[in-house]
């Protein structure tokens, strides 16, 4: 059964589809995305029953074709999901068919790590083309930095900027370099209505490359991002005494970047007053 939901007009469609529904010819360019070859369909659809995957829940502002989806990156499309085993919606990252990577194991067992260590999304399980995960309701960073303005609240902006580099902080204390953080934009979830934020995407993470996950955050939020300048006047540096001074920051991180420990990560913590 196929249950069209309209919401809002065309654009915001909820599409649910059962697993035994789904068909190669009506979802093959999803579950295979950007499908031009379907060869793995079945196969695909056997992970789904193997991971106890019920149904698909096609919603999000992204589309292919006519069903919404919540992501879509070099490797992957991601889609909301339901399971036997869990009672919430989860998150589905399904291996695109033009990858560049010829499973998903890796990406599942860096976030299982992350996880370990209370960083990422809930890993739950995965197969050779795909990795189902705890579903972040949620914004990425880049779109929260989009809309900044001066007057932006202050004390949420803090605690947002101390909720992510905390988790950098455990990423590095850990030994495990995300990889793609010096663009943070794409990688780090605000959930909705709470200065809260999830680091996703493993699949380029070591733990054999040295960490740079809090320099590199630090770096977009207080030194070379785009909106660096304005997150400096929400936080009103302009107004301390002494001012923020780049060349210190740049000396904190440093001494950070050769002992990530606490002391230092304090250090960098009370400088930007976060
Ligand atoms: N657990 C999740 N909860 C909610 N949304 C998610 C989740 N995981 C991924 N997404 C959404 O899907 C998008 C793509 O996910 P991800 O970055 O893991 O895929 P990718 O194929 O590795 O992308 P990229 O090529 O950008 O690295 C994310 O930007 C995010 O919007
Ligand atoms: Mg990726």
Redesign the pocket.
Known sequence: MQLGIETSGLSDQLIVVRRRELSKKLHGSVLCYPGNDLSSFDSRLDQLKELGVEELIFEGTSKVGKFGI???????T?VKARMKSENEII?L?IR?ADANRSDMSRDHELQSFANSFGVG?RSISASKDLFA??????I?LGKWAAKLKTRTSKKYTRSLIRNVLEQCYLLDVNGLDHG?LSNPT??V?IWKGEPKT?I??Y??ASKNRRVSNLTAVAQFFFLAGWQSEKIQKILGFEKQSPHFSKSKFIAKLRKYKDAPIEKSFEDILSYVKC
Do not use: N, W, Y
């Not at 919540?70 to 992957?76: A, D, L, W």
């Not at 995960?133 to 949620?138: G, K, L, N, V």
């Open positions: 919540i992501g879509r990156g070099c490797v992957s991601v998150a990252k695109r999304p995960m705890q579903f972040i309701d949620s990425k793609e794409k990688h979830l999830t996703i995407d699949e380029s």
